[in-house]
């Protein structure tokens, strides 16, 4: 009995704790490389926030449009708090430790609300077709039902998809020495790579994952946009493609500033292997921090509702 126990616990060993680390390389100015992550964060939580107090205390906002930039900007903000927390726990004070657990947990949510995005901008994609394709029945098709319900299908898609890979990384043997991670969080790319048994199972699901979601996402927002290209160019005057073209640049750059580096953090993981270290803990900073960040900004710049409701409420805060 106590050999085959044995055989058992050594077959299924997970590490009490993975080792995670901010940039390699620069561990000596991590106090200076604090300065820019912090205030990305800041910008990232406030200006998301604002996105969602302007859009609750705005009437004339509250439009299809306006409550899909609401879900884009809450899944920005879970998606901020996903890697904050160890993220600066490095940077700040050196903190290099996260348990197994709580490592699957992190692992978890980051891409749940990775793919919970993707699908808010597929879902956001089809609101402009909408919108262009037949305006007068925008408001009869996209109901305060018809939404809330594409809201639940998108949680539920993400949930559906992802709740397995805890699991199936469960089942895994972890080798001891192994316990050093590639970035400052738990990525399921990273994570598999640490165990000591056969991950052909743990591969084949995450690629499935990434192909169903976010793969065909991306294949539906270009079939959008050809749709909406071919009834733009069917408008006789000029003035009325660009006004109509306009209404879809905020969204086109969210698109771009979103899937370009999943693209990029997808290509390095399977062809990257000689690149220096920094290169994928970088690319996946820019996949994770950059689009919380930067859609605020697109959105209040591009779209001036948004841009006055987003100072009404500053200014509201100021004289409270």
Same mark, same amino acid.
């Given at each position: 009995?106590?050999?085959?126990?044995?055989?058992? %616990?050594?077959?299924?060993?997970?590490?009490?704790?993975?080792?995670?680390?901010?940039?390699? +390389?620069?561990?000596?100015?991590?106090?200076?490389?604090?300065?820019?992550?912090?205030?990305?964060? /800041? @910008?990232?939580? /406030?200006? %998301? +926030?604002?996105?969602?107090?302007?859009?609750?205390? #705005?009437?004339? =906002?509250?439009?299809?449009?306006?409550?899909?930039?609401?879900?884009?900007? =809450? #899944?920005?903000? +879970?998606?901020? !708090?996903?890697? &904050?927390?160890?993220? !600066?726990?490095?940077?700040?004070?050196?903190?290099? =430790?996260?348990?197994? %657990?709580?490592?699957? $947990?992190?692992?978890?949510?980051?891409?749940?609300?990775?793919?919970?995005?993707?699908?808010? !901008?597929?879902?956001?994609?089809?609101?402009?077709?909408?919108?262009?394709? %037949?305006?007068?029945?925008?408001? @009869?098709?996209?109901?305060?039902? $018809?939404?809330?319900?594409? +809201?639940?299908?998108?949680?539920?898609?993400?949930?559906?998809?992802?709740?397995?890979?805890?699991?199936?990384?469960?089942?895994?043997?972890?080798?001891?020495?192994?316990?050093?991670?590639?970035?400052?969080?738990?990525?399921?790319?990273?994570?598999?790579?640490?165990?000591?048994?056969?991950?052909?199972?743990?591969?084949?699901?995450?690629?499935?994952?990434? =192909?169903?979601?976010?793969?065909?996402?991306?294949?539906?927002?270009?079939?959008?946009?050809?749709?909406?290209?071919?009834?733009?160019?069917?408008?006789?005057?000029?003035?009325?493609?660009?006004?109509?073209?306009?209404?879809?640049?905020?969204?086109?750059?969210?698109?771009?500033?979103?899937?370009?580096?999943?693209?990029?953090?997808? &290509?390095?993981?399977?062809?990257?292997?000689?690149?220096?270290?920094?290169?994928? /803990?970088?690319?996946?900073?820019?996949?994770?921090?950059?689009?919380?960040?930067?859609?605020?900004?697109?959105? *209040?710049?591009? *779209?001036?509702?948004?841009?006055?409701?987003?100072?009404?409420?500053?200014?509201?805060?100021?004289?409270?």
């Amino acid at each position: 009995m106590l050999p085959s126990q044995s055989f058992i %616990n050594i077959s299924l060993f997970w590490p009490p704790d993975f080792l995670i680390i901010g940039i390699p +390389g620069m561990e000596a100015i991590h106090g200076w490389i604090s300065i820019p992550f912090s205030s990305m964060y /800041t @910008a990232a939580l /406030t200006g %998301n +926030g604002l996105i969602l107090l302007a859009v609750r205390r #705005t009437p004339s =906002l509250h439009q299809p449009m306006y409550y899909f930039l609401s879900m884009l900007a =809450l #899944t920005d903000v +879970g998606l901020t !708090l996903s890697t &904050m927390p160890t993220t !600066l726990a490095v940077l700040w004070f050196d903190h290099r =430790l996260i348990g197994f %657990n709580a490592c699957l $947990v992190q692992m978890f949510f980051l891409h749940f609300f990775s793919v919970v995005e993707s699908s808010v !901008l597929l879902a956001m994609s089809f609101d402009r077709f909408v919108a262009i394709s %037949n305006p007068l029945r925008y408001a @009869a098709v996209l109901t305060n039902r $018809v939404i809330i319900r594409i +809201g639940l299908a998108i949680v539920a898609r993400a949930t559906v998809s992802l709740f397995p890979l805890p699991f199936l990384l469960k089942r895994l043997s972890f080798c001891p020495g192994k316990i050093l991670l590639s970035h400052s969080f738990c990525f399921h790319a990273d994570v598999m790579k640490r165990a000591c048994a056969d991950i052909t199972v743990n591969i084949i699901y995450g690629l499935y994952v990434v =192909l169903s979601t976010m793969g065909i996402d991306s294949l539906l927002i270009v079939l959008s946009y050809t749709l909406i290209l071919h009834t733009v160019m069917a408008l006789a005057s000029p003035r009325e493609r660009t006004r109509a073209l306009n209404t879809c640049v905020s969204h086109i750059l969210a698109v771009l500033v979103f899937f370009i580096p999943v693209i990029s953090v997808s &290509m390095i993981h399977c062809f990257g292997r000689h690149l220096p270290p920094i290169v994928h /803990t970088l690319v996946a900073y820019v996949y994770l921090v950059v689009p919380p960040v930067l859609n605020p900004i697109i959105y *209040s710049v591009k *779209s001036k509702p948004i841009r006055e409701a987003m100072l009404r409420v500053l200014r509201d805060k100021r004289q409270d």
